[in-house]
C-alpha cells in the first residue's frame, strides 16, 4: 500500500487441505520500491535455498500466486538454486483464472466447474488471506512504532513487549499503571504515562 511495509506470504496444502503450520510470512528485504516480481524471486529464492540448504523435501507442486511475469521470476530463481525441473510449477493469473507454465506461450484454461480450478483458486485465495492480515499487522505496529520510538528512554525491546502485548497507541493511552508496569517495569511506565500525559496538555 503506497510501497508501505512490502510482505510476502507462502501456504502450504497437503492432500488438498492447509497445513497452516507451515506457512510463512516474509519481509521484502532486498526489493526497493513497488517490484512484485523481484519480491517474487527474492521470497522463492529465500524459500527454497533454506530447504535446499537444511535438505528437506521439495513440495510436488509450486504454485505462483500470478501470470506469466511472476512465474517467469519463480522459474530464474529455482534456476538459479539448480533446481528447477524437478518441481512442477506453475502460475495462477487472477482475472480470468488462467493457468501458466513457464515453458508454454498461451495459458491453459479449466472449466470453471472443475474441481482443480476451485482447489487452485483456494490455495490463492488462502496465500491472500493470509498476506493481507499480516500486512495489517505490520502497518498498525509501524504507526505505534512511528509515534512511540520518539520518547526518550523507550527502546526498541520496550517497543516490542507493548506491540505484542497491546496492539495500539490508543489502548496504551487508555491503561492504568497497574496494566503496564508488569510488562515495561515501573521507570518506563513512568515515561509512557508522562508522555501521555503532556499530550493531552498540548
Known amino acids: 500500500i503506497q510501497c508501505t511495509n512490502p510482505v510476502a506470504s507462502m501456504f502450504c496444502f497437503k492432500k488438498g487441505n492447509p497445513s497452516t503450520k507451515e506457512y510463512r510470512h516474509y ?18 529464492s529465500r524459500r ?27 522459474k530464474e530463481a529455482l534456476t538459479d538454486l539448480g533446481i528447477y525441473g524437478q518441481i ?9 483464472e488462467e493457468i501458466y507454465f513457464p515453458e508454454d506461450k498461451y495459458p491453459v ?19 491472500h488471506r493470509f498476506a493481507i492480515t499480516f500486512h495489517r499487522l505490520k502497518r498498525s505496529n509501524a504507526s ?22 497491546f496492539k495500539s497507541v490508543n489502548k496504551i493511552n487508555n491503561l492504568e499503571r497497574e ?7 515501573d521507570s518506563k511506565t513512568s515515561l509512557l504515562l508522562n508522555y501521555f500525559k503532556q499530550k493531552k496538555e498540548e
Do not use: C, W
Open 88 to 96: 512442477p510449477v506453475i502460475g495462477i493469473a487472477k482475472r480470468l
Open 144 to 165: 505505534l512504532n512511528s509515534e512511540l520510538e520518539d520518547i526518550p528512554g523507550i527502546g526498541p525491546s520496550t517497543l516490542e513487549k507493548l506491540i505484542k502485548k
Open 48 to 74: 527454497y535455498s533454506r530447504l535446499v540448504k537444511e535438505d528437506k523435501s521439495l513440495p510436488n507442486l509450486i504454485v505462483i500466486d500470478g501470470g506469466k511475469g511472476h512465474l517467469s521470476k519463480a
Open 109 to 127: 484454461h479449466i472449466s470453471k466447474k472443475s474441481v482443480s480450478l476451485r482447489l487452485l483458486q483456494h490455495l490463492r485465495d488462502e496465500a
Open 179 to 185: 496494566q503496564l508496569t508488569p510488562i515495561i517495569g
Open 27 to 44: 519481509n521484502i528485504k532486498t526489493v526497493v520500491g513497488p517490484d512484485d516480481f523481484q519480491s517474487m524471486y527474492e521470497v522463492v
